[in-house]
């Protein structure tokens, strides 16, 4: 399925994200420390970028409706080893 991601930034490394399946729409914080921009690439990506890519990136391994409404990037950093490749590879990094 399709999806699509809408980002809106809240502040300082914290971002709203809109995912729309189909008729489907969930709404998602997405919050990350300056730690994982850094281990994306030199220098660092677009915010918004990395937002959207690390929605996609969930999305690919559960439905929008299963992801958490609040999503730190750190946790996942974390507990998921691929992330970060992943990202870098997405990112052009």
Wanted: net charge negative; hydrophobic share 30%; aromatic share 4%.
């Amino acid at each position: 399925m399709s999806e699509r991601v809408d980002v809106l930034r809240l502040g300082e490394r914290r971002y709203a994200a809109e995912v729309h399946e189909g008729e489907q729409t969930t709404e998602h914080r997405v919050t990350f420390g300056q730690d994982t921009l850094e281990d994306l690439t030199s220098p660092p990506p677009e915010e918004n970028e990395v937002v959207a890519e690390s929605v996609r990136y969930l999305l690919e391994k559960e439905p929008s409706t299963s992801l958490p409404h609040d999503i730190d990037l750190g946790d996942i950093r974390r507990s998921d080893a691929e992330f970060i490749p992943e990202l870098r590879a997405r990112l052009g990094g």
